[in-house]
């Protein structure tokens, strides 16, 4: 292939990777209940995995798309393919992770019941510990 037309064609198929998750995210949201346009709902009980699970899906097709650029041997096309599905999916993983994270937080960390005779106030003599 001319390197003209392989990169015109990495230009063409790179708007396309970034307009394509875009459209995902917005299905997901859509499918998760997410009310875009109503604004007396309450938006807080959505979970953000779904939009980002598809985003997920549409870094996977643009990776599988760089296969059959190798066959036209593509160079730019294929890095450019490999780059933007590398990253579609490393961003749907982070942001499943974060969706994941705020809807099952972590306890608050308990402490361990302390002997108070152990609290030391200036770290001087025993003198200054509690309880003794």
């Known amino acids: ?68 650029l190798f066959t036209a041997r593509a160079i730019i096309s294929i890095g450019v393919q490999a780059l933007a599905g590398l990253v579609l999916v490393l961003v749907a993983a982070i942001g499943i992770d974060d969706a994941d994270r705020k809807a099952h937080p972590q306890p608050a960390p308990t402490s361990p019941s302390i002997n108070p005779g152990a609290l030391c106030r200036s770290g001087g003599d025993n003198s200054e510990c509690g309880g003794s």
């Open 1 to 68: 292939m001319h390197p003209a037309a392989d990169i015109a064609l990495a230009i063409g198929l790179l708007v396309i990777d970034v307009i394509a998750p875009l459209i995902a995210f917005l299905f997901g949201l859509d499918a998760a209940g997410y009310k875009m346009f109503d604004p007396a709902a309450d938006n807080s009980s959505v979970s953000l995995t779904r939009p980002f699970a598809y985003v997920a899906v549409v870094g996977g097709i643009v990776l599988v798309s760089a296969f059959p």
